[in-house]
């Protein structure tokens, strides 16, 4: 698959990013990397969402019409079984993104419910994850 529209969806306290411990996130916000990721891929249609509540991002799974989404469901990785199920439910790939390492913080971030239902999952490589998702994404 060579995914044209790609949605990336943000959770919960990631509009927060380049304010939010920067030691863990970086200091740039989300929408400057977007516009980085946009002219680094200008072959690929990217939109992008941000919803810190837990039924937007599983309506923003449903309702999305794209070749494959981007889902960093931030704290909801380790307690949504909806965000799971409707993930698994997806008719398009979903690639899972972490900025920080979750294997390598707090013992409850360790395990993610969306993991085992994910095409793929990026941990750790700051926001440059969302780059190496989609060049993931360009090899489905």
């Not at 060579?2 to 030691?23: Q, T």
């Not at 989300?30 to 309506?59: A, H, R, T």
Request: glycine content about 10%; charged content about 20%; proline content about 3%.
């Amino acid at each position: 698959m060579s995914a044209k529209r790609v949605l990336i969806i943000n959770g919960p306290n990631l509009n927060l990013l380049g304010k939010r411990d920067p030691e863990v996130y970086g200091t740039k916000s989300f929408e400057d990397y977007f516009v980085e990721l946009k002219n680094d891929f200008p072959e690929i249609e990217l939109s992008y969402e941000q919803s810190n509540l837990e039924g937007e991002i599983i309506n923003l799974i449903q309702g999305s019409d794209h070749d494959a989404i981007i889902l960093n469901a931030g704290g909801y990785s380790h307690t949504s079984v909806a965000i799971r199920d409707a993930v698994e439910a997806a008719d398009v790939a979903v690639v899972e993104v972490h900025i920080s390492n979750i294997s390598g913080r707090e013992s409850f971030r360790h395990d993610s419910l969306i993991s085992p239902v994910s095409a793929g999952c990026i941990f750790g490589f700051g926001l440059k994850g969302y780059a190496v998702a989609l060049q993931g994404i360009k090899l489905l």
